[in-house]
Nanobody
C-alpha cells in the first residue's frame, strides 16, 4: 500500500524559506509522477508543482515560478519542495500526491495517492 507522509511545514516570516519533504513507502518514487498541491482557508486545493515519473519534466503554477523548486531523491524515496522568498499568500496546507507512470498533471483527479498535509504559515 502506497503511503505518503509530508513534513517540514511550519511558521516563517515573509521572505524566508522552508523545505517540505514527502516520504513514500509501498512504492518506488522513480516510477511515479509526483506533485505538490496546497489548500488555503476557504479556497479550493490548487496545483503548486509537479515532476514526471522519469524526472525529466517539471511544472509550476505561475505564482511560485522562480521561488519554488521540486526535486526527488530516489535513494531516500523522498520528494522535496524547496520554497524560497515566501509570501503570506503562500500560507496553506501543502499536500503531496502521486500516480504511477505519470508525466505531469495539474489536476487533483490525476493522482491516486495523497499525503495528510503539512501546514505552512507565512507571516508578514
Amino acid at each position: 500500500q502506497v503511503q505518503l507522509v509530508e513534513s517540514g511545514g511550519g511558521q516563517v516570516q515573509a521572505g524566508g524559506s522552508l523545505r517540505l519533504a514527502c516520504a513514500a513507502s509501498g512504492c518506488t518514487l522513480s516510477t511515479f509522477g509526483m506533485a505538490w498541491f496546497r489548500q488555503a482557508p476557504g479556497k479550493e486545493r490548487e496545483f503548486v508543482a509537479g515532476m514526471s515519473w522519469r524526472g525529466d519534466r517539471t511544472d509550476y503554477t505561475d505564482s511560485v515560478k522562480g521561488r519554488f523548486s521540486i526535486s526527488r531523491d530516489s535513494a531516500k524515496n523522498t520528494v522535496w519542495l524547496q520554497m524560497n522568498s515566501l509570501k503570506p499568500e503562500d500560507t496553506a496546507v501543502y499536500y503531496c500526491a502521486a500516480k504511477g507512470m505519470l508525466v505531469v498533471s495539474t489536476v487533483e483527479r490525476g493522482y491516486d495517492f495523497w499525503g495528510q498535509g503539512t501546514q505552512v504559515t507565512v507571516s508578514s
